[in-house]
């Protein structure tokens, strides 16, 4: 039995089961009631230290908790092992503090079979973008996941994957990125709102205009295919890492959104 093993536990999380937990519960009691109108198919989370952007990412993940997904597809951009197109993890776990989760290898080689961009690439999973969110996703729906890992990719391609996802009612997706990096705090809250709007808006136009994301393939993927579907983007949070830090002149923006369909309440 093979297994995507841990490698920033200790780093960007815990490594240990019952501290893990303590964060998830400091996060629950420290963060805001949002009264929610939308069935959730999706999440944009970020995916830095738990530190720093733990609390943004955890909002999202709290409000899909009572969801019961078949599997969950995680999608993030590689930061250090370049590639062309995307990878799909055909281990057969993925390693978390909380224990092991099964991964859907049948559901990935069914997708390497349909799409030309995908295939499996060992080192592309040494990669914290995605490793970040599987113990939320332990902890909150405890069901199967697939990983995907991309590089050098043309957003549209993933639209077409995405597209496909959504037909099926039992796929729920995690699109995992970042906001602004190193600007000074009011650089870079003017860049962040300019992400933050296109986002909620769906407005690929107004993404080049300024929006930085290391995840913007997968943010721009989601857009377009959330118009296919006619899906509404709910704002949830947004912080900096200067909050931890207090440092002004230097900082990482990371904001969480819900995707899904309207139920009116």
Do not use: W
Request: proline residues 2%; negative net charge.
């Amino acid at each position: 039995m093979t297994k995507n093993k841990m490698n920033y536990s200790g780093s960007f999380y815990p490594d240990k089961k019952d501290e893990l937990l303590k964060y998830f519960e400091f996060f629950n009691q420290n963060q805001q009631e949002i009264n929610l109108d939308i069935k959730a198919r999706a999440i944009i989370v970020p995916h830095a230290g738990y530190i720093y952007s733990g609390i943004v990412a955890n909002i999202a993940y709290s409000k899909i908790k009572d969801l019961k997904p078949k599997r969950v597809i995680v999608i993030g951009p590689s930061h250090r092992h370049y590639l062309s197109g995307a990878s799909v993890s055909l281990f057969d776990k993925y390693e978390t503090p909380l224990g092991d989760m099964n991964i859907d290898k049948e559901f990935g080689l069914d997708l390497i079979k349909k799409y030309d961009c995908l295939d499996f690439d060992e080192n592309a999973h040494m990669e914290h973008s995605t490793e970040t969110q599987m113990p939320f996703i332990k902890n909150y729906l405890d069901t199967k996941v697939l990983e995907i890992v991309y590089g050098k990719l043309d957003y549209k391609e993933l639209s077409n994957i995405l597209l496909d996802l959504f037909k099926d009612e039992d796929n729920f997706v995690v699109i995992s990125t970042d906001l602004s990096h190193f600007y000074s705090l009011e650089e870079a809250n003017i860049l962040d709102q300019t992400c933050i709007d296109a986002i909620k808006n769906k407005d690929l136009i107004k993404i080049y205009e300024g929006c930085e994301a290391c995840g913007i393939i997968g943010v721009k993927a989601l857009l377009e295919t959330s118009k296919e579907f006619n899906f509404e983007i709910k704002f949830l949070e947004y912080k900096t890492s200067c909050e931890m830090t207090k440092d002004r002149t230097s900082v990482v923006g990371y904001a969480s959104f819900l995707v899904g369909e309207n139920i009116g309440i």
